[in-house]
């Protein structure tokens, strides 16, 4: 079972800081399969603390939705087309199977075999009976079916198509049917019934099968020479040599080449979907032309073998996409409680402190277990960035203890540190309007409506009067496109602890805000400088009390 640890989409410092620490918490507290992800893209500050620290970005997962390859058998039992319907009955048996995918020798997939096929070529309807005694193969080939062993003639590797034909009448009548067909297509089949034996070598049959292991007259064998006749003698009685001797036909002869098939990558509720209503037995995974796994029906009802830690996230809107399709076994958060409903009893430890990162650092010490160096670098950076370097009104004095004990094990500055994050990637200068509306965008769900909230922070608001223009156009286009009552983008002044504040949407809305308003769209906010603590009990307030529309 992996553990998958996640933060929120548009993930910031502290999602990501807080995922690779918890991550590492579980390994060094026995849980091996574990890993830290991503719900989006880093920016330039988390690029900058993760480079600091030596630590790679955490693997980026933007859809949990299980997919074909989760549940898929990748062992696949295959057979190759030029194979035999002998060799697929022997395959389809010992591994108990419904049938076998047809490859060739690149492992691409030509068909299904199906053992219903198979059960038709051995007993064919009365009215296929004709094609029924036509082998396609090689003498050697159908000699082998049946253990046969060679005696006279040269081991013919051509294929071609032989007919069965059992010598079973009279010799008059048998020498009339025999000269009916081209002797050199023709396997004759029989006991020790020498006068027989000596028509189909003088009509020039192929090849002459003595059943039973009977012995063969040296006539026989002279004139066999002469006509050039191959003379095989068979272990079995007539009737079984000939029922081991239609095995002889390929596989590729047999199967069906239209199939469905998915590729690995295939969302498992839609494979399921278009599985569902069709009489295939096993449907091929296909990746990049070759055949990689196998899927049946029984497949679908398999559990994916994976689970979530959600960190600085309890909401399920603001969780990675598919997050509803597994487990969530574990949620570290600091923010408010978003409805989220699980299975079975999970680990919650919802703290209103000012980072996921200080959770982090509390569950080390929690369970002992010393906080790694570089480890302690990232909870830092976490911590820093989500408080504002302890300035926000999400700071709590435990963050301010948590904060000076990471230091002491980083060996880093507090205050040299957050000046170095600030300092890079102003979102204003290094993004796109677009890009800086959803860097760290948090959509809610409250009282029938939807709308988000984005922040940056930067150093001073220079950059951003130039911006305002587009930013506020860009804000509009988002708001719209995702169907909100309104969108706002907060934009943070880390060292006066100020914010502007920009919002689209509904005008009803709008005038509820009672900040000064610099413009239309545009509001000051003196002292304001968290989103969780300040602004959305702010916003909630100014949307509870609207009257519904
Ligand atoms: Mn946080």
Same mark, same amino acid.
């Given at each position: ?159 071609? $198509?032989?007919?069965? &034909? @059992? /010598? ?5 009548? %048998?020498? #009339?049917? !025999?000269? +009916? ?105 296909? $990746?990049?032309?070759? &055949? @990689? /796994? ?5 497949? %679908?009802? #398999?559990? !994916?073998? +994976? ?109 040299? &540190? ?124 100014? &949307? ?6």
């Amino acid at each position: 079972m992996q553990t998958i640890v996640i933060g929120h989409k548009n993930p910031d410092m502290d999602s990501i800081c807080s995922a690779i620490g918890y991550a590492e918490l579980k390994r060094l507290t026995g849980n091996t399969d574990v890993i830290a992800a991503r719900a989006g893209n880093t920016n330039e500050r988390i690029d900058f603390v993760l480079h600091k620290f030596g630590v790679d970005a955490p693997e980026l997962i933007t859809d949990l939705s299980p997919r074909v390859r989760d549940v898929m058998a990748d062992e696949v039992i295959s057979i190759t087309a030029d194979s035999s319907i002998y060799e697929a009955i022997q395959l389809i048996e010992h591994k108990q199977l419904r049938g076998v995918p047809v490859i060739d020798g690149q492992f691409h997939c030509l068909g299904l075999l199906s053992a219903f096929k198979v059960l038709h070529h051995l007993v064919p309807s009365r009215d296929d009976t004709a094609s029924a005694r036509v082998v396609t193969a090689a003498l050697e080939e159908i000699f082998h079916t049946f253990a046969g062993r060679m005696i006279q003639g040269e081991p013919a590797l051509e294929e071609r $198509d032989y007919l069965l &034909l @059992v /010598g079973a009448m009279g010799q008059e009548s %048998f020498k #009339k049917r !025999v000269l +009916r067909y081209e002797g050199r297509r023709v396997v004759v089949i029989l006991g020790d019934r020498e006068e027989i034996q000596m028509e189909a070598i003088r009509a020039g049959a192929a090849a002459v099968v003595v059943t039973g292991d009977t012995p063969v007259s040296a006539e026989v064998l002279e004139a066999a020479k002469k006509h050039g006749t191959t003379i095989a003698t068979s272990p079995y009685d007539t009737a079984t040599t000939v029922l081991l001797a239609r095995g002889a036909v390929k596989v590729g002869r047999k199967l069906d080449s239209e199939f469905v098939s998915f590729p690995p990558d295939a969302l498992l509720a839609a494979a399921r979907d278009e599985a569902a209503p069709s009489a295939q037995f096993i449907f091929p995974v296909i $990746d990049e032309g070759r &055949l @990689v /796994g196998i899927l049946s029906k029984s497949d %679908f009802l #398999k559990t !994916v073998p +994976r689970q979530l830690i959600l960190v600085d996230h309890n909401e399920l809107s603001q969780a990675v996409t598919g997050a509803d399709t597994l487990p969530i076994v574990e949620i570290l958060d600091h923010h408010r409680l978003g409805g989220i409903s699980t299975h079975s009893p999970i680990l919650f430890w919802n703290h209103p402190v000012g980072s996921a990162s200080t959770i982090v650092a509390m569950c080390f010490d929690q369970l002992g277990v010393p906080i790694p160096k570089h480890i302690a670098g990232l909870l830092m950076a976490g911590l820093i960035s989500d408080t504002l370097n302890l300035s926000s009104p999400t700071a709590t004095p435990v963050d301010a203890r948590i904060l000076e004990r990471l230091a002491a094990i980083a060996e880093t500055e507090p205050a040299r &540190l957050a000046e170095e994050i600030f300092s890079v990637g102003s979102p204003l200068l290094t993004m796109t309007p677009e890009q800086a509306i959803a860097a760290d965008c948090k959509e809610y769900s409250e009282a029938n409506v939807r709308f988000s909230v984005s922040q940056i922070e930067e150093i001073s608001f220079s950059h951003f009067h130039k911006k305002q223009k587009a930013l506020t156009e860009a804000l509009n286009a988002h708001c719209r496109a995702c169907g909100y009552l309104f969108a706002t983008l907060m934009v943070t002044d880390i060292n006066t602890q100020n914010s502007l504040l920009l919002v689209c949407g509904a005008e009803a809305f709008l005038h509820r805000i009672d900040y000064p308003r610099l413009a239309h769209n545009q509001w000051d906010l003196k002292g304001v400088v968290s989103r969780k603590k300040q602004l959305l009990p702010y916003l909630l307030d100014r &949307l509870h009390g609207m009257r519904p529309e």
